[in-house]
């Protein structure tokens, strides 16, 4: 099944912000935008962002969800080295009648 | 609090069988969408299947249909999925996920090998 396409990494300074992508297609993140996820080693995933910028209690606002077309973003501001971790995306894809998931952005806080 | 603890992981040979469980607490279950998400060693999340509040709206990854199955329990707050004829390509970690990817488990392994 077709999944999402992110940049495998990103690698940003402590303070400065990183935006992530997440592109799918008009059936997925086109349709009812993208779910954000942050796993770091060893543990499960954490929801950030449920589709567009619904954030649940305890996230921090400097984590921010948007979405343009076809094409989801995760940004993430005063980036700090609790960030550094690995970023999914998901979104239910309607013509799969599936959940897909992007493969992941490892984001490394310099 | 809410709790998501899976259970019934282990190694198994290919072609076996085995059924995971996943107690929940801490929140309405059966107000919510119920998911299995899976991840192999070292790799990314892939969504295996899910199931709605009575158990009658069901979908699954492709490359599970026919083999696996998920149920519901309301009664006793649990999920299940049932695994068949298992290959070397289902070892993961599964990881029982509820609501909008709101509740996470820690996750149980599944390890096929002979």
């Known amino acids: 099944q077709a999944g999402l396409t992110q940049p495998p990494s990103v690698s940003k300074g402590l303070r400065q912000t990183a935006t992530l992508t997440c592109t799918g297609d008009?059936?997925?993140?086109?349709?009812?935008?993208a779910t954000w996820l942050q796993q770091h080693q060893g543990h499960p995933p954490r929801l950030l962002s449920y589709r567009e910028n619904n954030r649940p209690s305890g996230i921090s606002e400097r984590f921010s969800a948007s979405r343009s077309g076809n094409t989801a973003s995760l940004t993430i501001t005063g980036l700090q080295p609790e960030d550094e971790a690995d970023y999914y995306c998901s979104a239910w894809d309607s013509s799969l009648s599936a959940w897909v998931f992007g493969g992941g952005t490892k984001l490394t806080v310099l | 609090e809410v709790q998501l603890v899976e259970s019934g992981g282990g190694l198994v040979q290919p072609g076996g069988s085995l059924r995971l469980s996943c107690a929940a607490s801490g929140f309405t279950f059966n107000n919510y969408w119920m998911n299995w998400v899976r991840q192999a060693p070292g790799k990314g999340l892939e969504w295996v299947a899910n199931?709605?509040?009575?158990?009658?709206?069901?979908y699954y990854v492709d490359s599970v249909k026919g083999r696996f199955t998920i149920s519901r329990d309301n009664a006793k707050n649990s999920v299940y999925l049932q695994m068949n004829s298992l290959r070397g390509e289902d070892t993961a970690i599964y990881y029982c996920?509820?609501?909008?990817?709101?509740?996470w488990g820690q996750g149980t392994l599944v390890t096929v090998s002979s």
């Open positions: 996920m509820g609501a909008s990817f709101d509740y």
């Open positions: 199931i709605n509040q009575d158990g009658s709206d069901i």
């Open positions: 008009s059936n997925s993140v086109g349709d009812q935008g």
